[in-house]
């Protein structure tokens, strides 16, 4: 079914768009600041540091450096086990270019060169966003899959009919179907604990990024 394609394919764009913008000062989402600012109203004043998508940086919280600080990214390609083959990415197989496309660990800058930091031809979206970010902001996929890759491909069990059959034309079930299909097969890859990624945490009233 196209809609369901569709949904998988809005998801990704959405994902990759909000990946493309810095953080806006929006005082609800402290990112990556782990330290809130609170004034007498018991309410987060605004910050160069608050953000409603990804942080704009995660060298420095706004209270000092964060050598070990990171953005973790979970990459995940998903297709229908009837999708054809396209350039790079076979049928019912993974991408060709899975394994280079983001860093597992944070890289260490030698002699200030940011812009060598990560290899362009097999950590590309860690070494676009250190570029981008001019040095200040490392994009990591904390929990490499099996073969050693940042980056996880899924092979959906049921075709988009299937699925659409399964739910009994509901679309948010179908929805829920495949989600739950697509962490069942990142979780037989070894990813059982979200901990890596889920970085967020309650703080006041607030949710922030806890580097």
Known sequence: MGTLKGI??????????????GQMTYPYFKCPDPTPHVNANDSLDFSPYSGLFKPSRSDEDGNGSLPNGFFPVLVVFVRFPNDPSIIGWPANDEPDYLGNLIATSKATVVNGEWWNAYSQSTQLLSDQYKEMSRGHLDLVSPFPNPNGSGAYSVVLPMTPAEYWEESSGNYSEAERLINEDIWEEIQSQGLTDWRP??????????????H
Not at 8 to 21: A, E, P
Not at 198 to 208: A, C, G, S, T
Request: net charge positive.
């Open 8 to 21: 998988v394919i809005l998801g990704l764009m959405s994902f990759l768009t909000s990946l493309s913008y």
């Open 197 to 210: 990624y889920d970085r967020w945490k309650k703080l006041v009233i607030n949710f922030i990024l806890d």
